[in-house]
């Protein structure tokens, strides 16, 4: 919750849900953030702040299905400073699309974006969560 104090009332709220659609593998490495906040505190930078509080302390992060213009530009302006890309899901499986996708995959229920903390390097997330290269058949292996 993020409160302000001075007005004495709630700005809004971030959740890091659990995603059910994933493997129990993936799952305990990565939660889905869902910020809601009153109109007249959006844009001030208070979701970016949560969301650098999350990853700071080694949460991976995976998008929902389905991103709101704000939440999208939250999300790419959080994976200049942190690594990230795109991974298909489909039957509790990840699918590694890249780190740049075509604007009609980005629009895909399948298509999820991750940020990474610093203390997992992609190739480690990857191989935690069992993370498929979108070439290959097998998991990707730790590289």
């Not at 993936?26 to 990853?55: E, M, N």
């Not at 991103?67 to 690594?83: E, F, I, N, T, V």
């Not at 980005?106 to 203390?119: N, S, W, Y």
Request: aromatic residues 10%.
């Amino acid at each position: 919750y993020v409160e302000d104090i001075q007005r004495r009332c709630l700005a809004g709220c971030t959740v890091f849900s659990r995603l059910v659609e994933v493997s129990r593998r993936a799952d305990r490495r990565l939660r889905s953030p869902h910020s809601r906040y009153l109109a007249q505190y959006q844009g001030r930078g208070i979701a970016t702040a949560v969301y650098d509080w999350a990853l700071a302390r080694g949460i991976c992060l995976m998008s929902g299905a389905r991103q709101s213009p704000g939440a999208h530009a939250l999300w790419r302006s959080l994976a200049r400073r942190y690594d990230s890309g795109f991974a298909e899901l489909r039957n509790k499986q990840l699918t590694y699309l890249g780190s740049e996708i075509a604007p009609e995959d980005l629009d895909r229920l399948e298509t999820r974006m991750f940020l990474l903390p610093q203390k997992w390097p992609l190739p480690l997330f990857r191989a935690a969560v069992g993370m498929r290269d979108a070439v290959g058949e097998g998991a990707v292996a730790a590289q």
